[in-house]
């Protein structure tokens, strides 16, 4: 009984020590990792504190982790302890910084200036710049931090080191960059300076031109007004306002519905807003209401004003009082109209007599005589032509060009035009080309009339190179017909004034007759067959004369 009891108490014994032997693996094992800094063990006195060495190594990483350099010194100045980062600041091996004088790692000039702080750190938190030389004996700008720490062997001082090269670099490139500011800031001021004196100058020009402008439009007969790109008129001038009889306050948002005729007002809408949208010259001829209600006809132009860049700003039309020029050309046209016919019966006599006599028999005439009815009767046909013409333009005027319609083949008529032209001009090459039949519907002797013109307009003005080319060809739905000549050409104003009533083109060297009515006639003849008539010129290497018809 008494053996059963020894060994329970043993096996009791024996897990005890098991029990504590595991419970000092633990605590070997916490110690090992840094778990535990410090046991607390009781005695018979009492509870004891026992730190372990390694209890700061947490410490200790932190410091050698630190993108600063770190150094403990004593009061004689001597490392007595620094991290990696300080022994790479100064390029000198960890083993061999330990133990050293801190002035040693900087240059004489910061000495004195080290020696200073670190005399002031002992009693009271420090900071200063200071510089610090590497192993290769380079500067490094360093902010050191400096305050006091307690040891187990006594009190020591604690210095954070900081490289300010990025600073400092960065507060060089500042300093660069702020000299460039000021330079720039200076060179702007002085730009600025003289913008505003540019300003000031072309503001007083602007002032000075406006006034002659407005003292211009104010003195001239015509009617001025100023208008946007969008079509809002902004100024008149006083012959405006003394004509129409409105007032400043009126809304110029209605000035062509207010002041133009009824039966004028659609096409002078359609011609304006045209020219808004395609920044061509608006020109009309139209009547004007007078503040008495009498219309006066009036000619309307208007052009563009355009900056460097091509940017209409604004335009500026002028109303020509034309009234009376229209009552003389009415008179003119009358006249032309009543003399044409008073000429026409008086010459179908004289040609009638001239063939009498170029057809008399009983007796032969003499050569002379044959020659004078000859060049009589080339005067008649002559005379004959003209008069045709002003008959035409009369009845162009009053509306009543009216002729019979019907099928026309183009290459017939432009092969028998050939053929005309060719037996009055024999000193002419005439080329054509056309490369099929082409039918139209209109008037063949009309359509002839045209054409002839065309082609005795290209001999005329082409004196020295003598060869006309005529072109046929189909464009869409319409063929085109052209007359192509190496001549005198034609400036840009004169292919704007070619088709007017009576214009001629005046050409020194080689004089011409004519009363200048062919083309106006022509384009009139083209008009009525819902055709357009058109010129490409150049001056000096010749002209283009064209018509479009509708074909069948």
């Known amino acids: 009984m008494e053996q059963q009891n020894s060994d329970t108490s043993l096996l009791s014994e024996i897990e005890e020590l098991r029990y504590q032997l595991e419970e000092a693996r633990d605590t070997i094992n916490a110690i090992r990792t840094g778990q535990v800094d410090a046991l607390i063990v009781k005695a018979d006195a009492g509870h004891q504190l026992y730190t372990l060495k390694t209890a700061d190594q947490t410490y200790r990483v932190f410091i050698e982790k630190m993108s600063e350099g770190a150094v403990t010194i004593n009061r004689e100045g001597i490392i007595l302890y620094c991290n990696t980062r ?18 040693f790692f900087v240059p004489d000039t910061s000495k004195n200036k080290l020696e200073k702080v670190i005399y002031s750190s002992w009693n009271e938190d420090c900071r200063e710049e200071i510089i610090l030389k590497d192993g290769g004996g380079k500067d490094m700008h360093c902010l050191f931090s400096c305050n006091t720490i307690e040891l187990d062997s006594g009190i020591a001082l604690s210095i954070i080191i900081t490289d300010l090269t990025v600073l400092k670099n960065t507060e060089q490139e500042l300093q660069i960059r702020n000299y460039q500011l000021e330079e720039a800031q200076a060179a702007t001021e002085k730009l ?23 003292l211009l439009t104010n ?11 969008t079509g809002e008129f902004t100024s008149y001038n006083q012959r405006w306002y003394d004509y129409t009889g409105l007032i400043l306050d009126d809304d110029h948002d209605v000035v062509w519905e207010m002041v133009v005729h009824p039966d004028d007002l659609e096409k002078t809408l359609r011609l304006y807003n045209n020219s808004l949208k395609t920044g061509e010259l608006f020109e009309i001829e139209n009547r004007y209401k007078r503040y008495d209600g009498v219309y006066r006809w009036h000619l309307n132009r208007s052009k563009p004003l355009r900056n460097d860049g091509g940017d209409i700003i604004f335009w500026v039309g002028t109303a020509t009082d034309i009234e009376d020029q229209k009552q003389e050309m009415e008179r003119k046209d009358e006249f032309i109209g009543i003399a044409s016919h008073e000429l026409k019966t008086p010459l179908t006599s004289l040609k009638g007599y001239l063939q009498l006599i170029a057809g008399y028999n009983k007796e032969e005439l003499p050569p002379i005589v044959k020659q004078y009815i000859t060049k009589a009767s080339v005067s008649i046909s002559k005379l004959q032509s003209l008069i045709n013409d002003l008959l035409d333009v009369s009845k162009i005027k009053a509306g009543r060009l009216e002729y019979a319609v019907g099928n026309v083949n183009i290459s017939d008529l432009v092969n028998l035009c050939v053929e005309n032209a060719r037996h009055v001009n024999p000193t002419y090459t005439f080329i054509t080309k056309l490369d099929d039949e ?25 004196p020295g190179n003598k060869t006309v080319t005529l072109t046929i060809q189909q464009v869409d739905d319409n063929v085109r017909v052209g007359v192509t000549d190496s001549g005198i050409g034609l400036s840009y104003d004169q292919t704007d004034k070619i088709f007017e009533r009576f214009y001629r083109v ?9 009363l200048g009515m ?10 009525n067959h819902n055709g357009c008539i058109g010129v490409e010129s150049e001056i000096g290497k010749g002209s283009t004369f064209y018509f479009v018809l509708p074909l069948i």
């Open 86 to 103: 300080f022994a790479n600041m100064v390029d000198t091996p960890l083993e061999k910084t330990i133990g050293q004088p801190l002035l």
């Open 192 to 214: 600025n300076n003289s913008l505003e004196a540019t300003v000031r100058q072309r503001t007083h020009d602007l002032v000075i031109s406006r006034e002659h402008f407005k």
């Open 219 to 229: 003195n001239i007969v015509q009617m001025t007004w100023t208008n946007l790109p």
């Open 438 to 462: 082409y039918i139209v519907n209109g008037n063949q002797e009309r359509l002839e009339q045209v054409l002839m013109n065309l082609i005795n307009n290209a001999v005329k003005y082409s």
């Open 506 to 514: 005046e050409d020194k060297q080689n004089m011409t007759s004519g």
């Open 518 to 527: 062919g083309l106006y006639i022509s384009k009139e003849i083209i008009n």
